[in-house]
């Protein structure tokens, strides 16, 4: 990761790592207990401007996880997850996004479709766009 703040990032290895925020939640399932760092981005990592809110990197910093828990404005939501790449990102060995929004009706539009197609070729990364919650396998 690019631009660290070694006092915004936790080391884990726990089983399921769990970010949420007002009803929006997103759990990596880390059966391996593969060692994990948990950044927090919005007002630490990056302090001015649009950011998402975490990241999560594996520890070898070959596998970049962005979060963005999102209200209803899944446009601005991705908005924030592509500033933040553009400051943080690294590798693009297995980078993806993630917005869990409370709303994300339609599920998926021609705007949205056209941001999943945009960041895996701008980014290698893939964007997903989830309602309240999801749960994510990692290796």
Do not use: W
């Not at 880390?30 to 630490?44: I, M, Q, T």
């Not at 945009?118 to 999801?134: D, P, R, T, V």
């Amino acid at each position: 990761m690019r631009n660290k703040v070694e006092t915004c990032i936790s080391e884990t290895t726990d089983s399921q790592i769990k970010f949420e925020e007002n009803k929006r939640k997103i759990i990596f399932q880390n059966l391996s207990r593969f060692p994990y760092e948990c950044v927090d981005v919005d007002g630490c990592t990056i302090k001015e401007g649009v950011r998402c809110d975490k990241l999560l990197i594996s520890a070898d910093e070959r596998e970049e996880r962005y979060v963005e828990l999102k209200g209803t404005d899944v446009m601005h939501a991705i908005e924030q997850l592509e500033e933040t790449i553009k400051h943080l990102g690294e590798y693009t060995d297995n980078r993806h996004a993630y917005v869990i929004s409370t709303n994300v009706a339609p599920a998926i539009d021609t705007k949205r479709q056209v941001k999943i197609k945009y960041f895996k070729e701008k980014y290698c990364a893939e964007l997903k766009i989830q309602e309240k919650q999801l749960k994510v396998s990692l290796y």
